[in-house]
């Protein structure tokens, strides 16, 4: 089965609300009921764990940079508002494109 992308936090409170409607009732009995709402729950943690996990890496990742975080420059996406961070030393000569972290929005950096 594909795995769906947790990153929606919709995404996520969709499957939530299916295994709560799993659970309230229907034409299933309870043990049905009972056996897919836990399956879809295991599914649902599952892909939880596997997000936390690419999250703890990436979070590893900014640890390892430790010390150089004070090199780091700061700028803002004028598409969504949120802080960029980046490292002076991964940017060429001249105009540069950035992707953002969070809008996915393509920034231009000189």
């Known amino acids: 089965m594909a795995r769906p992308d947790p990153d929606s936090q919709q995404e996520i409170d969709g499957r ?3 295994v709560r409607g799993l659970l309230e009732g229907g034409e299933l009995t309870d043990d049905e009921r009972r056996d897919r709402a836990l399956s879809r729950l295991a599914d649902l943690v599952s892909d939880l764990a596997a997000e936390v996990r690419d999250l703890r ?3 590893g990742d900014v640890r390892v940079r430790g010390n150089g975080a004070a090199q ?3 700028l803002y996406c004028p598409a ?3 802080q960029i961070e980046l490292d002076p030393a ?8 950035v ?3 969070h809008c996915r929005a393509v920034l231009e950096v000189e």
């Open 16 to 18: 939530l609300e299916y």
């Open 57 to 59: 890496a990436e979070l």
């Open 99 to 101: 992707v953002c972290v």
């Open 72 to 74: 780091m420059e700061m």
């Open 80 to 82: 969504c508002g949120r």
């Open 90 to 97: 991964s940017l060429g000569p001249g105009p540069t494109d």
